[in-house]
């Protein structure tokens, strides 16, 4: 292979090796602590979400799928009695095997942090615990979810507890009373954190999901931007509607980047996305936009005041700037094939890549967690990192994320997941999205690595 080969190949290695953050010096083991419907779950899966998207491999282990494997059919509240030693000791084994799980992730699968989703609401439970990752060499931090709200729990139990794998073909009254007891066999043997005789242990408490929150002894970075996000997330019912600028004239042209201003069409979906959202008569939305002039001039159509985030601003692709695909491979094939090899990791030269983009777009997942209706007009690379976080898509997944011009997304928020609705506005428009071609060798024709561009005028 030629040397100006070779040096794009060391570099794109370097940047890929030094771009991959390195958040745990240890592993940190995760330990949520509460009564059953407390959100524990809830909150398990989405600070999972978060972590992956930032880059820290982290992966749930719940204990619940850990017994009902042991337990092939469950029967009633009874096999969760204090006085249950046929069950009770059912229930260890299985902590030990979550935990079994949790050593091999964390030496044989490089995760950073585990999340040990259970309720570990005895003081017995959670010293076992700490020993176990302490001979280790693995750092604790407990989550403890507290809610005395009886509406929260009750909208927590008929949302998603009577609907899982324990009750199946059982009538919802019956459930909900099996539940109930389930909860009261907890609260015999639940011991809370204790300022006083836990003040060793680094700890948040939320309660009432998030009404008021205690922290104690928060160790290093990553648990400081555990507790960040833990303050930063709600329940409360909304929907984000995402949706890209109208067409722009740089996308009439196929080329990338720029900041050029809508087209005729693209003026004409931005009066169509207004009349969407009046029509749905949404409380108190917030609309955001980027710096640049197509999401401005599409929220300008709204008759509803917006704000401009520079964060929101499309990915920067440096010497590729305002360039077609054509002409990227005509005078920088080895970029344009190294890209196809790692889209998320690669960096423009003098630019950005997918990767460095969900790092600026960080701050504004914060604030889209603390917001409750909210429209984001944004851009493709943009648009495409926010879904991923809002569907907990991979990092390869991220940058071929289908968000076509013209259309509407909007996320509802519901149980452990997202709802979401694709609304085109009936508005034509090019189409900007490009698979990722087969041969993504530097060495291919140019032929093969036009194969999949998208058509433009």
Request: aromatic content about 10%; some cysteine.
């Amino acid at each position: 292979m030629e040397l100006p080969n070779m040096e794009y190949m060391m570099r794109r290695r370097c940047d890929s090796a030094a771009s991959v953050p390195q958040f745990t010096n240890s592993p940190t083991l995760i330990v949520m602590v509460g009564l059953p419907a407390r959100g524990k779950t809830y909150i398990s899966k989405k600070l999972t979400r978060y972590l992956n998207w930032i880059g820290v491999p982290t992966k749930v282990f719940n204990l619940g799928q850990y017994r009902r494997e042991a337990v092939q059919s469950y029967k009633s509240f009874e096999f969760f009695r204090a006085d249950n030693e046929e069950a009770m000791q059912i229930r260890k084994a299985c902590a030990s095997n979550a935990l079994k799980d949790v050593v091999f992730y964390f030496s044989k699968e490089h995760g950073q942090v585990a999340v040990f989703d259970a309720t570990n609401t005895t003081q017995e439970r959670r010293v076992s615990i700490v020993s176990f990752a302490k001979e280790k060499g693995y750092k604790v931090f407990f989550v403890e979810s507290i809610c005395d709200d009886p509406d929260i729990i009750a909208q927590n139990i008929t949302e998603v507890k009577v609907s899982s794998p324990d009750y199946v073909n059982c009538d919802k009254d019956e459930a909900l009373a099996d539940f109930l007891k389930r909860i009261e066999c907890y609260k015999q043997t639940y011991v809370p954190l204790d300022d006083e005789k836990d003040r060793h242990l680094s700890y948040i408490k939320i309660f009432n999901v998030g009404s008021r929150y205690l922290v104690n002894c928060v160790q290093d970075h990553i648990q400081s931007r555990i507790v960040y996000y833990l303050m930063n997330i709600h329940v409360t019912p909304r929907s984000i509607y995402l949706s890209r600028h109208g067409e722009s004239k740089m996308n009439l042209l196929g080329r990338i980047g720029g900041d050029s201003g809508l087209s005729p069409r693209g003026h004409k979906y931005a009066t169509a996305l207004g009349s969407f959202i009046k029509s749905q008569h949404i409380k108190d939305l917030k609309v955001w936009t980027s710096h640049m002039k197509r999401t401005i001039q599409t929220a300008e159509h709204l008759g509803i005041p917006y704000e401009q985030w520079k964060a929101l601003n499309e990915i920067d692709a440096g010497v590729c700037e305002e360039l077609t695909y054509e002409e990227i491979q005509d005078n920088h094939p080895e970029e344009f094939a190294l890209r196809d090899q790692d889209k998320y990791r690669y960096r423009y030269p003098k630019g950005e890549s997918y990767e460095d983009l969900v790092h600026r777009l960080e701050p504004v997942i914060m604030e889209l967690e603390r917001q409750e209706n909210v429209l984001v007009v944004c851009h493709q690379a943009v648009m495409r990192c926010l879904l991923a976080y809002l569907l907990d898509k991979t990092a390869d997944e991220l940058p071929y994320l289908k968000c076509p011009l013209h259309t509407v997304l909007k996320l509802t928020p519901v149980a452990y997941g997202c709802k979401v609705e694709h609304v085109f506005l009936n508005v034509e428009a090019v189409n900007t999205h490009r698979e990722k071609p087969v041969n993504v060798d530097v060495t291919r024709d140019p032929e093969e690595a036009l194969k999949t561009i998208p058509d433009h005028f």
